[in-house]
């Protein structure tokens, strides 16, 4: 009997449509992070580990570590840890970076949807394309959600 009679099971999602919501979040991260004060950029909001900069950041290496493993490579923890290297300090450096990410998975797809590889190098081991990238999504949502927290607690002040 099922653990939780009442909750249906989540059908995955077609991988062009994670894909899509990737390339959207990606996008909402960019403008998210131009959004805040250029005052509170590295500094944490109220509730949150990392400033925007950092989160903004991390939502784009979270995608470059997807793409490297996609391409061949691994996606490694390293990727998700990413901090901000010194000479990226300003909103619309992440910002640009960020779009920058974007386009090389809109590219990656375009040149690679008809021949995907079933499974990826991952720091877990060989993973399904489709749920590392789901997984990829969702870690960027959230991301996305942290910046447009921080954004409006900096159009409040806080």
Do not use: K
Request: charged share 20%.
């Amino acid at each position: 009997m099922p653990r939780y009679p009442d909750v249906q099971q989540q059908v995955p999602l077609p991988v062009p449509v994670l894909v899509s919501r990737l390339l959207a979040q990606l996008d909402t991260c960019a403008h998210l992070v131009e959004q805040v004060p250029a005052g509170a950029l590295r500094e944490p909001a109220a509730g949150h580990a990392h400033g925007a900069l950092e989160v903004a950041y991390r939502a784009s290496q979270t995608a470059v570590g997807f793409l490297d493993a996609a391409l061949g490579g691994r996606l490694t923890r390293e990727h998700l840890e990413r901090r901000p290297p010194g000479h990226l300090t300003a909103a619309a450096d992440v910002a640009r970076l960020t779009r920058s990410v974007s386009q090389a998975v809109a590219v990656w797809w375009g040149a690679n949807q008809a021949r995907l590889p079933a499974s990826i190098d991952t720091f877990e081991g060989q993973q399904p394309l489709d749920a590392v990238l789901e997984r990829t999504v969702d870690r960027v949502t959230q991301q996305a959600r942290q910046l447009g927290e921080i954004a409006r607690a900096g159009e409040r002040g806080e």
